[in-house]
């Protein structure tokens, strides 16, 4: 909880519904924290919302790769850089 803390603490309920890939979302000021728990397929699929995504980092560590793009956002990472309980990708939107 120390190290992954602030996708947690402090946060509300963020804009993506659990789906295949099992996990969660949450929101604090212009970051959403989406926490994957299962990678049915190499990319994750999530709905299109209204802000635009600035940056993105692997909050567990390794690489992500994020399309923000048409319908949906794409969320990728190499399996060798998922966490076997709960991979954490911050999407930082553009203030």
């Known amino acids: ?25 949450t929101r604090k000021g212009n970051r959403i924290y989406v926490h994957i728990l299962v990678w049915p397929e190499d990319i994750i699929e999530l709905p299109a919302i209204p802000e635009r995504i600035a940056s993105s980092k692997n909050l567990t560590g390794g690489e992500v790769t994020v399309v923000q793009k048409g ?10 850089d998922r966490d076997p309980i709960d991979t954490i990708i911050v999407l930082e939107l553009k203030e």
Do not use: D, H
């Open 1 to 25: 909880m120390e190290k992954y803390g602030e996708s947690i603490y402090g946060t509300r309920g963020g804009p993506f519904r659990p789906g295949l890939w099992g996990g969660v979302s």
């Open 71 to 80: 319908p949906n956002i794409k969320i990728a990472v190499p399996e060798s």
